[in-house]
Nanobody, 122 residues
């Protein structure tokens, strides 16, 4: 069983930065495909970024150039550095993991964290 615990959310003004962390209970980094997702009130959950097992990354167009996904392998922690935040980045952010990339890409990974709230005010 894989347990994922997010932290680092909060409230910031537009243009600010936050760094989200996702601690895993087991050594999943490098063995699993991992991603960050977000869900705004009244909207469907959407993918934000994916890090592949070879450490290559993919981003949603809406966050390219502003967000960076990475992994701190010694600490079994997935990171999401968010810069130049906009009000439309507001939402609950979740990390997720799966053995299969397509599961993460299409929002159906086996393992999810409980989420951390990000609020960006204008």
């Amino acid at each position: 069983q894989v347990e994922l615990i997010e932290s680092g959310g909060g409230s910031v003004q537009a243009g600010g930065s936050l760094r989200l962390s996702c601690a895993s209970s087991t050594d999943v980094l490098g063995r699993f495909y991992m991603g960050w997702f977000r869900q705004a009130p009244g909207k469907e959950r959407e993918g934000v970024a994916i890090i592949n097992t070879d450490a290559s990354t993919d981003y949603a167009d809406s966050v390219k150039g502003r967000f960076t996904i990475s992994r701190d392998s010694p600490r079994n922690t997935l990171l999401l550095q968010m810069n130049s935040l906009k009000p439309e980045d507001t939402g609950m952010y979740y990390c997720a993991a799966d053995y299969r990339r397509d599961k993460v890409e299409f929002g159906r990974p086996a393992y999810w964290g409980q989420g951390t709230q990000v609020t960006v005010s204008s």
